[in-house]
């Protein structure tokens, strides 16, 4: 399967748009957001798990990063609730679970295998420090070679205006609308994801508070699962 396989090219998806596609575990329901691959795939995926899901361990021979959109996600090592990020690195195993059911936005076989940092940063616990723009919050989630992982808060009111340097990048909106300064008629609500390659110009206006998951840099290496 290829699914906005062209990094190249923009991509945004809002909640209206996600598609459904079955899943090979019962009780397990799955966005596809990118996918390069079949059921071992470099994959972006928001995925929905009911109540009491267990899982035999196994491992991620290609990397797994995900972020708790809702619910509780948990393994061996720990629980992660809503507003966790959590990294596992290449060659790494658990054996995950969820006992009130979760939804986690996820993404597979992207990892650099030299970055073995194994992390989990409770983002509604962390310190945020103060953006580049007016309006503008960072949490700094992780950060190797090209590749730079935050949160981003923008305060009401604000106007957001970047450039995409090399090696693209990749929002989830999780709290807020933006709106498109050029065309106010597009307005992109909670849950929509983008993608945007190099030299792209970004510019939103925030009619409210906003929140992000946001990474730059890391299509520059495009890592694809094997073949099977």
């Not at 054996?95 to 597979?108: A, E, N, Q």
């Not at 190099?198 to 206006?205: H, I, K, Q, S």
Request: negative net charge; hydrophobic residues 35%; contains cysteine.
């Amino acid at each position: 399967m290829r699914l906005n396989a062209d990094f190249d090219q923009t991509v945004i998806i809002t909640p209206e748009q996600r598609q459904s596609s079955p899943s090979p575990v019962a009780g397990v329901e799955r966005f596809m957001l990118d996918r390069i691959g079949g059921e071992i795939a470099r994959a972006t995926t928001i995925v929905r798990f009911a109540p009491d899901k267990f899982f035999p361990e196994h491992s991620h021979d290609g990397g797994e990063e995900y972020l708790v959109l809702d619910g509780v996600f948990s393994d061996q090592y720990g629980d992660f609730p809503t507003g966790t990020y959590v990294r596992n690195p290449v060659g790494t195993s658990h054996s995950p679970h969820t006992i009130p059911g979760c939804t986690i936005f996820v993404k597979l076989w992207q990892f650099d295998p030299e970055d073995q940092k194994q992390i989990s940063v409770n983002t509604h616990k962390s310190t945020w420090k103060p953006g580049h723009q007016s309006g503008q919050e960072i949490l700094k989630l992780h950060h190797f070679k090209n590749e730079v992982v935050t949160m981003e808060r923008w305060q009401a009111g604000s106007k957001i205006d970047r450039l995409v340097f090399d090696g693209g990048m990749e929002i989830l909106l999780l709290e807020g609308r933006l709106i498109e300064a050029a065309d106010p008629a597009r307005i992109y609500p909670k849950g929509t994801w983008f993608r945007f390659p190099a030299a792209t110009r970004l510019m939103f206006n925030c009619p409210e508070d906003c929140t992000f998951f946001c990474k730059t840099g890391h299509l520059l290496e495009r890592i694809e699962a094997p073949a099977v």
